[in-house]
């Protein structure tokens, strides 16, 4: 069974650009999250989606983040501005139960603002 | 609201002792998971375990054990005669079990295994 697929693994931008990630859940998963991991820190979660609706999204700034999930399967993560306290690894997961489950991860991306 | 606290930020041992990573949770809820994932350095979250809040019982899988103790609100975990391979972050996470639950980690704690 594939993971969790995100790409790119590693981006770097200067402030004020814009950045866009890509994520494919394993299939069947219905739930997927975007969480960002600061270094030295636990990753927090920055929205949560099921099927192609958004479950959560009290931490996203939106005045500069944004994500869909259009067709409920693969998500795109937008950052517009990046600020340089936006350098973090972002996260992708997914789930496969409503009911609490387990959470799987891909292998992040890893983003530098300068 | 929910809440992970791990209190240790970095151990370092020698390969072959065994260590304990300690995980102490807080929840409101009566029937919640609790996880451990590991960090290496590659990046990428590796999930080790699920434990569910009404079974207490211990578990091993060969050289890891964890240990919930539900009164404590403790689910520590041992790594038995560590290897330089268990060098990573690890995290402790827990969350609901209801519908569109989320996933509260903790800070990690960063092994290193000296050979």
């Known amino acids: 069974e594939a993971g969790v697929a995100q790409s790119p693994r590693y981006k770097i931008i200067e402030k004020r650009q814009s950045v866009a990630f890509w994520c494919n859940p394993i299939?069947?998963?219905?739930?997927l999250y975007w969480y960002q991991q600061i270094l030295g820190q636990g990753p927090k979660l920055l929205i949560q989606f099921q099927n192609n609706g958004v479950v959560d999204d009290s931490q996203l700034p939106k005045d500069r983040f944004s994500a869909e999930r259009l067709k409920g399967v693969d998500s795109t993560l937008k950052i517009q501005p990046a600020k340089l306290e936006d350098s973090a690894v972002y996260l992708c997961a997914s789930s496969y139960q409503v009911m609490g489950g387990t959470w799987f991860f891909g292998p992040g991306t890893r983003l530098t603002v300068l | 609201a929910q809440k992970v606290t791990q209190a240790q930020t970095e151990i370092s041992v020698v390969e072959k002792e065994d260590v304990t990573l300690d995980c102490v949770y807080e929840t409101r809820d009566t029937t919640y998971y609790l996880f451990w994932y590991k960090q290496p350095p590659s990046g990428e979250l590796v999930f080790l375990i699920r434990r569910n809040s009404f079974d207490e019982q211990n578990e091993i899988s060969g050289r890891y054990s964890w240990n919930f103790q539900k009164s404590t609100s403790s689910f520590n975990f041992t790594i038995t005669a560590s290897q330089v391979v268990d060098s990573a972050v690890y995290f402790c996470a827990l969350s609901e079990w209801r519908a569109n639950s989320k996933l509260t980690f903790g800070k990690g704690i960063t092994l290193s295994v000296r050979p």
């Open positions: 299939s069947g998963h219905a739930t």
